[in-house]
DNA sequence: CTGTTAGCGCATTCAC
DNA sequence: GTGAATGCGCTAACAG
């Protein structure tokens, strides 16, 4: 592999003026920029990012800790993430907590070891002491949809509470009263925010407050059709269910099918925070919270970017739309 | 941030002593040993990852280039590849390239700046300049699903033969003579290997060798939904339709309930490559192959880790098996 | 077993 | 505007 001593050599210069002709901002003369130019493309340069890393003591590298890139909603999120980071010069490293918090401060360490400019995070769950570290080395951080309690980082989020009133009045408009409500775990602030609103204002939507209707799982499929079971079990019999994301709806259709048959299960309508392909496939159609994702990323890469840089960020709320499908 | 010379003074000890400690392979007393590491953990020590870098001329970084995250194929195969990477100690980059190109030349010139220590590629395209003078440069590759002419990488694939004929044998039980088959782009070796394998067993199952019923996307929803419109078209009703992969199914999918309405589309039985979570649900419930995108992950890294080590390491075609729904 | 030293590739400082 | 020299943090080679 080719190095920069390479270069200047071919080029005819010294080593200083190829690293400024390549990477420098200082001015340099258009006879040896373009001599080191002609020489970089004929070896094939590609400059050492360790190397340079080292010396500049920063990587152009984020961190994304998310905590399953096989939910559509941190895929789509990752995605948009590094598009923008690609855009603004940033590479991201991507990782998985698995709704684990091992493994989240496991993957902080590397992060650490990385010497990653700065961090997304989606967090799992309460301050880990390694994370408590890393803020205090001064690591920029800003939180992606989940708040954590003692962290105080800009916060670029769904606007949970907005999004269930649009669940709310849609519930509303169909006549339901009897609703099941199935949750996330409430240490998340996502589970809790969705949970709080949909309590709140469930009773000046005409929709029921027995508290048999409302249980909660661990955000995953498995659970929340263990959620909704532990519901039917209680003798309630909803018209309607409310899915708190995207895998706790799909648990919330295959529970229901299980435990009251395709064709009883398809008396009840469905309606999801986080939208689906396949919704619209669904007997009946399933409407949905669009929870937009790719602008959470964007944003978020976006206000890190500008924390790296020293300008204050502020947190973000992201609003979300509804799609209805009712009456399609 | 500590850096390993406080450590060796911290603990009253030469450099050195405290790198051997930390992370050499030679012995060292318990005594030192005991005192490194105490410091290390008192200054909570991580080690800077660019400068081990630099020096041990590895990275201890594989990248994966993945053509969409989105696709649920995809993101099961970089949980899986991650996972096992990391369960080895090493870390892994995961781009997207987006099914362009460019964008994977781009992604190929970030790799190799951050001097990674292997590739896994899902390519493309044909071989570009870029993948030529990495190849060149000795970087070890290992082949994730598609081949690409002219790369001799050894390759972790689905046995694309070997689902289709379990999707034939399917077809042929379920009596269907008129079968629409919508492929993907046959630059892609899975899209050609798909297409071959049905083309290759259709007559000897029972199926109609009409051309007509054949048409290929772009391995997307959109392109998919067109070709299965394009099919239509042409006056010919199939009984059943072939999707060959996960996107193009829930592609066809619309372009039948679109094209026919929600009830004749419900006449027609769907059969995909690749589980979806939501083909329980369709009407009628969709049947698969199982594309094994976990195990094809965790393969490649063993595999690259092993071209990384100097090992010889074949390809593997990893068997399918097929989720039976229609009589559920 | 341990201390000392060189140098990985680069950006940057200091002379000129 | 350019060349020479320095050192980022670390591992490995060498000498003891």
């Given at each position: 592999?080719?190095?920069?001593?390479?270069?200047?050599?071919?080029?005819?210069v010294a080593l200083g003026t190829a690293s400024r002709?390549?990477?420098?901002?200082?001015?340099?003369?258009p006879d040896s920029r373009a001599r080191v130019l002609a020489?970089?493309?004929?070896?094939?340069?590609?400059?050492?990012?360790?190397?340079?890393?080292?010396?500049?003591?920063?990587?152009?590298?984020l961190g994304l800790l998310v905590s399953d890139i096989r939910n559509p909603f941190f895929s789509e999120l990752a995605h948009a993430a590094e598009t923008e980071a690609m855009r603004r010069g940033y590479t991201v490293i991507l990782a998985n907590a698995n709704e684990d918090e091992a493994q989240a401060d496991e993957y902080l360490r590397i992060f650490a070891g990385q010497r990653?400019?700065?961090?997304?995070?989606?967090?799992?769950?309460?301050?880990?002491?390694?994370?408590t570290s890393?803020?205090?080395?001064?690591?920029?951080?800003?939180?992606?949809?989940r708040r954590v309690a003692g962290?105080?980082?800009?916060?670029?989020?769904?606007?949970?509470?907005?999004?269930?009133?649009?669940?709310l009045d849609w519930l509303q408009a169909g006549g339901h009263r009897d609703v099941a409500f199935v949750g996330g775990p409430t240490a998340m602030s996502t589970g809790a925010?969705?949970?709080?609103?949909?309590?709140?204002?469930?009773e000046s939507h005409g929709i029921s407050t027995d508290d048999a209707l409302i249980d909660s799982g661990d955000f995953l499929a498995g659970g929340a059709a263990a959620a909704i079971a532990r519901i039917l079990d209680r003798g309630v019999r909803p018209t309607a269910v409310f899915g708190a994301n995207g895998p706790t709806t799909l648990g919330v259709v295959r529970g229901l099918r299980e435990r009251l048959g395709v064709e009883a299960a398809s008396r009840?309508?469905?309606?999801?925070?986080?939208?689906?392909?396949?919704?619209?496939?669904a007997t009946p159609p399933i409407s949905a919270v669009r929870n937009d994702a790719a602008t959470i990323g964007r944003l978020g890469v976006a206000g890190l970017i500008g924390l790296i840089e020293g300008r204050d960020v502020a947190s973000e709320r992201i609003e979300t739309t509804f799609v209805d499908r009712r009456n399609v």
């Open positions: 592999m080719a190095t920069i001593k390479d270069v200047a050599e071919r080029a005819g002709v390549l990477s420098g901002s200082t001015q340099t003369s020489a970089a493309a004929e070896l094939n340069y590609i400059a050492n990012g360790p190397a340079r890393a080292l010396r500049r003591a920063r990587t152009d590298v990653i400019d700065g961090l997304l995070l989606s967090p799992q769950g309460p301050l880990s002491p390694r994370l890393l803020l205090a080395s001064g690591m920029p951080v800003v939180l992606l949809n962290l105080d980082a800009p916060l670029f989020s769904t606007d949970n509470a907005q999004g269930v009133g649009l669940v925010e969705r949970l709080a609103a949909y309590l709140a204002g469930r009840i309508e469905v309606v999801s925070f986080d939208n689906l392909d396949w919704f619209e496939f």
